[in-house]
């Protein structure tokens, strides 16, 4: 209807005009505006998601990082808070009461105030400043530990999507060239100089590619939900990525080298070490209690009235010492704590420990597979070479009558399987990356900076 409408006003307008000059200027606009109108009901309105943006959405809206976020905060309100500790405990106390006689007709009024101070010195606020400390940087280190496992697992995501994609470009060739396969067949048929079965087999090759390309985009389709949930949108929004895979080779150091220079820079590490501490902290905290004396000084100040003309005060100051004998009872609940300690820090150090050889492991199996997943793209380019090649010799082969259609078509298969083999071995590099990555405590772009070698297939 719109478009009736613009031509309708364009053909009065030129009855109305004898200027023909003007006539195809107002013309020219009356299209530009038409073709706008026109196409106003097809425009995309899908947002384009760039790698970039999907981290900066899944880091916005991530309930998990927000909860990381607030132990941070609690964190390190209870640090800055520490030097409460320090002060002196006051308290202030008032009563009054009431007397009266019912013989004698007599009434009075007594009231007392009391202001009380008193402040501990034991061996464990030192200790309980630095527990606070090392819980705050544990706090920061699971935060960005939080933070660099969500970058790394919609990163793997993102490009996984993006592989599905080229793998339905491959797919989409595959169908177009056995369109233009069976086209021919069914041409040569007629032409009575193939059999009736030549071309079923192809009508079979035909629908294969059909019914692939359609699960390769369900599968997209799918995923692309998945990565919405990661990214925390609405899943009901349209959102469209585009990209290209271009694994970047790495010329690494030794892995003895990677796991010195690397091993500490790890989260995971990082935290087990700060455990060690920890533990260490509260055996230490737990001795201080259990043998060193305090001392706590206090005074107080109460003032007596009952009438104004009567007010009594007095003040007083006293020092007590407190030394604990229970610790040195052995079986005790105080020695049984302590003793509780020691095992902990025992058991602190020994996952330390553990975790620095899973780490050495971890590194390894990283290095070693981004080693064999190169070589594999190698080989699989070189494969795709070679299959080009003979699927072209094979539709030569066939059109001279030397190969049967199945040889064809088989020919055509083991080239496609050989893109495809090609994609997800690109993939398996570009996640490999990541993980090693993760492995070394570092981002992949720190990583392809120091190691990433300028040449790429």
């Not at 106003?40 to 947002?47: E, H, I, K, L, Q």
């Not at 939080?146 to 990163?155: D, G, Q």
């Not at 059909?210 to 990214?231: C, G, H, I, P, W």
């Amino acid at each position: 209807m719109k478009g009736k409408y613009i031509f309708k006003v364009i053909k009065t307008y030129m009855k109305q005009h004898i200027d023909s000059r003007i006539t195809l200027v107002m013309l020219a606009l009356y299209i530009i505006v038409a073709t706008g109108i026109l196409n106003a009901d097809v425009v995309n309105t899908s947002t384009f998601l760039s790698l970039s943006y999907a981290i900066e959405l899944a880091t916005i809206q991530n309930e998990g990082l927000e909860s990381n976020r607030i132990e941070k905060t609690s964190a390190l309100h209870r640090k800055k808070a520490s030097w409460a500790s320090y002060l002196p405990n006051i308290s202030i106390n008032t009563s009054a009461k009431a007397t009266g006689s019912l013989i004698s007709g007599t009434a009075g009024l007594s009231s007392t105030t009391s202001l009380g101070v008193s402040l501990t010195f034991d061996g464990t606020k030192k200790v309980d400043d630095k527990i606070l400390q090392n819980t705050y940087e544990g706090t920061m280190l699971s935060y960005e530990q939080a933070l660099s496992s969500l970058v790394t697992s919609v990163s793997k995501a993102y490009w996984s999507l993006i592989a599905v994609q080229e793998s339905i470009t491959v797919l989409k060739n595959n169908l177009q060239v056995a369109q233009e396969q069976y086209e021919k067949i069914q041409q040569s048929y007629e032409a009575g100089l193939i059999s009736e079965l030549d071309v079923l087999k192809t009508l079979i090759s035909l629908k294969s590619a059909e019914n692939s390309l359609q699960s390769e985009k369900d599968s997209y389709a799918e995923a692309f939900n998945t990565f919405k949930l990661l990214l925390c949108v609405d899943p009901e929004e349209p959102y469209e990525i585009a990209d290209e895979i271009h694994p970047q080779k790495l010329d690494l150091p030794s892995v003895r080298n990677l796991y010195t220079a690397y091993v500490e820079q790890r989260y995971d590490i990082q935290l087990l070490r700060l455990y060690e501490n920890k533990a260490a902290l509260s055996l230490t905290e737990k001795q201080a209690s259990t043998f060193i004396p305090s001392v706590t000084l206090s005074g107080g100040w109460n003032i007596d009235f009952s009438t104004v003309s009567s007010i009594t005060d007095n003040s007083s100051f006293s020092v007590a010492v407190s030394i604990p004998v229970s610790g040195y009872i052995p079986g005790s609940d105080s020695s049984l704590n302590i003793l509780d300690s020691v095992d902990a820090h025992s058991q602190a150090k020994l996952s330390l420990s553990v975790g620095l050889s899973e780490a050495y492991t971890e590194i390894q199996t990283n290095y070693t597979t981004l080693q064999r997943l190169w070589i594999e793209i190698e080989t699989q380019t070189q494969n795709l070479s070679f299959l080009n090649r003979a699927y072209e010799l094979s539709e030569e082969a066939y059109y001279f009558g030397l190969i049967s259609v199945t040889e064809l078509n088989e020919s055509r298969q083991e080239f496609l399987e050989a893109k495809k083999a090609l994609v997800e071995a690109n993939l398996s590099y570009v996640l490999s990356t990541y993980d090693l990555a993760t492995a070394l405590g570092m981002d992949i772009d720190t990583l392809q900076e120091l190691y990433g070698m300028t040449s790429e297939l």
